[in-house]
């Protein structure tokens, strides 16, 4: 096993030093040769995805824009407690809290709900630490796989309750399923 | 004068004007997607179907930048740069044989915007003329950088220009004639120069390439070593005539290629054809054909630019001149050796 016959990756190929013959010398072959390497690649096929016709698939891990989740009775799970905000290392998220009402039961789990819930996408960084810090278990990244869209203003970036709350048919349907099994 | 030959010259010099102009753009196009399809992707083709629409797009982007001067005392210089380039580049299109005669309303029209006799030589010397649209824009830009790619790019031009002379009188000590006219009357049927002339046509070719600009000798405009070369200073339109310039002098390349070695508009049976079905219909296939081989051409510069690396500038100057110049005069001296055995005839 000298170091002349050792090849890890099985693709050593022997060079020599040897002056080049004056047909080589003109490199008329070798063009050749590499003119039909690259007309053999005009036949592939190509790698290219069509945006937005064709859509690449997404691990599903993926983090994508936020959810606010809401319980199998539909009730919003954030109770303003400020983890995530305080978690977040691009300081993006903000909110206010608000005290249910009485006739609000059926809206919030808890008694305190945020009434006002923003995140700055242009701030956000998708770590996902605000996800792991919720002790309601009541944002996550990887739920909406969806990228957020580009737009033209600064203050379109700040999305509300009204983007980042999970809608209520889906989180309706999900209780259809554990009672039909029961 | 005639006033029938008035109109007919000024549509045959406007339609060669605007054919040179929409080859040179959509060359542009060409370009893109042929260098993306030997690369495994698709090219642009997002504006209009299938991207034919990106010419115009650049254009109406390059207009709408900024016009910029850099710090240089030479204005006028400045703008006269790519104009120079421009120019040269259109007026080669004028001495293009695209077929032998048309035959409407009783007369015979020649399908060239004019007959030199020595069209040959007119296209040399504006290639040569050329050189000075980048020399002067690498100059004005008061710039070491552009003024050094200026300096390789005329070197590379001068020296390439020399080896094709000497190619091509190879090929008119054949014809015996220097109009391009005669040269494409000379090559009948499928009678081409090229079967003739083979080491010709290479020493041609490798010089248009070295003419153009093209790769592998492009290191006038190469971004890795120059920035941008000679139009780093360059925006808006001024660097949209000198890329312009680039395209129209490689279709300018491509053509007098299909002229003087392939065979012009003949194609196999325009004999057969002219006597047969008329001087028109055979006329008109032979503009098809020679548009085809021209097609060819320039997808061919397109072709070697993705597969060849480019070349240095010491090896790029020891091929012109060590290896191209004594290369061509051998063939001179061959083909003159061949004329004379055969008693002033060359083709046996």
């Known amino acids: 096993m000298s170091i002349e016959t050792i090849s890890l990756s099985g693709r050593k190929k022997e060079v020599s030093n040897k002056k080049m013959t004056f047909w080589e010398s003109l490199y008329l072959v070798a063009i050749v040769k590499g003119l039909f390497i690259t007309i053999r690649h005009l036949f592939t096929r190509k790698v290219t995805i069509k945006y937005p016709e064709q859509t690449r698939e997404i691990s599903p891990v993926y983090r994508g824009q936020h959810m606010l989740m809401r319980d199998d009775e539909g009730r919003e799970r954030c109770t303003a407690c400020g983890l995530c905000a305080l978690s977040c290392p691009a300081e993006a998220i903000t909110m206010k809290a608000e005290e249910r009402k009485p006739d609000e039961m059926h809206l919030y789990r808890e008694e305190k709900y945020a009434s006002i819930y923003e995140i700055n996408m242009l701030r956000c960084i998708f770590c996902g630490l605000c996800e792991e810090a919720c002790p309601k278990q009541a944002i996550y990244l990887t739920k909406s796989r969806t990228m957020v869209r580009s737009n033209s203003d600064r203050e379109d970036f700040i999305f509300g309750k009204d983007k980042l709350v999970m809608p209520l048919d889906m989180a309706i349907d999900n209780t259809k399923k554990p009672q039909m099994a029961k | ?348």
């Open chain 2, 1 to 348: 004068m005639d006033q029938a030959i008035i109109i007919e010259k000024s549509i045959v010099i406007v339609a060669v004007f605007a054919l040179t102009m929409i080859m040179a753009m959509y060359s542009t196009l060409a370009e893109r997607k042929i260098a993306a399809w030997l690369q495994d992707r698709i090219g642009p083709n997002r504006a209009g179907p299938g991207g034919i629409m990106q010419p115009l797009a650049d254009g109406l982007k390059l207009f709408s930048k900024e016009e910029f001067f850099p710090n240089t005392p030479n204005r006028f210089l400045f703008i006269a740069g790519p104009f120079i380039s421009m120019t040269t580049a259109l007026m080669t299109s004028a001495v293009i044989p695209w077929g032998d005669k048309l035959h409407l309303f009783g007369r015979d029209i020649i399908l060239q915007a004019t007959d030199i006799d020595v069209a040959m030589l007119y296209v040399f010397g504006v290639l040569s003329v050329g050189v000075y649209g980048i020399m002067i824009g690498g100059w004005a830009s008061n710039n070491k950088f552009s003024l050094m790619s200026a300096m390789r790019a005329s070197s590379q031009m001068i020296s390439y220009e020399v080896a094709m002379g000497l190619s091509i009188i190879a090929l008119v000590m054949m014809t015996g004639s220097l109009s391009l006219k005669e040269i494409a009357a000379g090559q009948e049927g499928m009678n081409w120069n090229v079967f003739y002339q083979p080491v010709g046509f290479l020493i041609f070719l490798v010089c248009s390439f070295a003419e153009t600009n093209r790769t592998p000798f492009d290191l006038a405009e190469c971004e890795a070593e120059l920035i941008g070369g000679y139009h780093t200073e360059y925006s808006s339109m001024k660097m949209g005539f000198y890329l312009f310039a680039e395209y129209a002098s490689m279709f300018i390349s491509s053509t007098i290629l299909a002229v003087l070695y392939f065979g012009a508009y003949n194609y196999p049976g325009m004999q057969w054809m002219e006597e047969n079905v008329g001087v028109n219909t055979a006329n008109v296939i032979g503009m098809v054909v020679l548009f085809g081989k021209l097609c060819f051409f320039i997808f061919f510069y397109m072709w070697v630019r993705w597969t060849i690396p480019r070349f240095r500038y010491d090896q790029l100057m020891r091929l012109g001149w060590k290896m191209l110049i004594p290369l061509a005069i051998a063939n001179i001296i061959i083909t003159g050796i061949i004329i004379l055995i055969n008693d002033g005839n060359f083709k046996f």
